[in-house]
Nanobody, 124 residues
Framework: QVQVRESGGGLVQPGDSLKLSCAFSGGIFRSVNMGWFRQVPEKEREYVAVISRNGGMMYSTDVVKGRFTISRDNAKNTVELQMNSLEPEDTAVYYC?????????????????WGQGTQVTVSS
């Protein structure tokens, strides 16, 4: 049974950095695309960044470009989200997800396996 588990959230100040990690188990990690999504209360979950099976392709939403970096380690079955220059608007619950769909997409409907989420709060 595939499981995805996030870690690394917390409370930081504006301008700080934070790294989120996601551990994948119960399946073949190199066969899934991975993504990070986030959600704030009363809003839809939105895509943050996605990465292909071999790590060769990465996409990120415009609002985090230049600040957030997604990466994966297929030897450790992990995917990370390095977040720099954090802003209060980045406050959200961040979710890690895995997609079996062959092509890399940012559509959360393509992601089958989801973690429970980790809270990131950016506040002074």
């Amino acid at each position: 049974q595939v499981q995805v588990r996030e870690s690394g959230g917390g409370l930081v100040q504006p301008g700080d950095s934070l790294k989120l990690s996601c551990a994948f188990s119960g399946g073949i990690f190199r066969s899934v695309n991975m993504g990070w999504f986030r959600q704030v209360p009363e809003k839809e979950r939105e895509y943050v960044a996605v990465i292909s099976r071999n790590g060769g392709m990465m996409y990120s939403t415009d609002v985090v470009k230049g600040r957030f970096t997604i990466s994966r380690d297929n030897a450790k079955n992990t995917v990370e989200l390095q977040m720099n220059s954090l802003e209060p608007e980045d406050t959200a619950v961040y979710y890690c997800a895995a997609a079996q769909r062959r092509e890399l997409t940012a559509d959360l409907r393509d992601y089958t396996y989801w973690g429970q989420g980790t809270q990131v709060t950016v506040s002074s």
